[in-house]
């Protein structure tokens, strides 16, 4: 089991995680840990913050001379502007706030949260509210992703939709993408598409206003065998769509085909199970169920498509209030924001499936070193006679989202 907890308010001094059930022998590295988070701070539409936040990372626990301990694993990131702006309104030190902040946001926690802690003030809210915490899930993933790689899992993204601007799919990003998609700006494998992403982006930007969109998260080399078909709370499509829709202003999640499917006839709506005799190893020619069936992972590769809604913070506040110190008509107060963070919210949607595959993976195949949970996982995969990944290594280049689309 893999449990993990963030610490860390937007503007506190820190982010804090703490990381419980790795193995020991796991090779880490500061720098293998701030290149996911670099990673996260890409996209074009992404606010001033993520120009100059530094990510500054310091292992705490858990890591000794590059490898897990099998202890706890601690990260604190620094907050870059925590010296030079927030010591006195982020301080814990008792005293009051210069500045209450009472027009919330329709669309973020602010007043719900006001109501629910007894708050006259939302920056007690969207301090923790704010995705900035998402760093700290970044970090948890680049250790579960370090992981599930010792057995072949590899985990990518690509953004499908900013706006209205959306890409046509007619197969799934291989491994071997991730360089060009980390390269584009907005974190998407078309280059006509992403032309047109920007301009919506520049176009949103120019009137003070925000997008929303949506991301393909893929997992190659997934073992068949995670989740389970016994308990609601084991089925792996289930967790991943808890813990993708946990992931700030995400609003919908879907596997496979997802909606698209529920259209289709049975017939035409399930991937045919074939045998090859000769290597002794099935095979699925389609991906509609996105690699889950039953609430278990059936060796293909696993494909859900994240959306999120349009951020909340306008750069020209339109959107309705009440100021909740007078019961006033107000508009919703201005912060420094994002126009988009559908490319980011990618990156952090890698890292949550990255954290449920290997939770999932410590279950089944268990151990107390990287190496025992490899010569388990070794041994159901002769058990089996295959390694999953090389029976369904070709699918991403032949199959794909184009038969699942419209
Ligand atoms: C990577 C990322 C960056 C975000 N940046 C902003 C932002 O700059 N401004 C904003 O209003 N919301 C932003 N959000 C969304 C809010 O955090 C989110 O809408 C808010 O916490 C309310 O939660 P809910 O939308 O899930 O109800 C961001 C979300 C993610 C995943
Ligand atoms: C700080 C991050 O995202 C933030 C998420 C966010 C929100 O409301 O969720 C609001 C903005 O915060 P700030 O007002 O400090 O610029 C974003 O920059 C980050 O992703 O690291």
Redesign the pocket.
Known sequence: MLRYLTAGE??GQSLVVIVEGLPAGLSVTTEQLGAELARRRLGYGR?P??RF?ADDLVLLSGVRHGRTLGSPVAVEIKNSEWARKWTEEMSPAPGLPTKKLTKPRPG?ADLAGMLKYGFDDARDV?ERA???E??ARVVAGALAKALVAEIGIQILSHVVQIGEVKTERTSIPSPGDLERIDSSEVRCLDERVEQLMIAEIKSAAKVGDSLGGSVEVVGHGVPVGLGSHVHWDRKLDSQLAGALMSI?AVKAVSIGAGIEVARRRGSDAHDAIKFDSESGQYSRPTWLSGGIEGGISNGAPLVAEVWMKPLA?LNRPVLETVDTATKEPALSFK????VVAVP?MGVVAEAMVALVLANEATRKFGGDSVAEFVRNWEGFCNHLSATPSAVFADQSESLGAGEADD
Do not use: V, W
């Open positions: 937007s503007h606010g913050r993520m936040e973020h969207l704010s995705a900035r998402t760093a700030q913070t912060e420094r924001t994002d980011a």
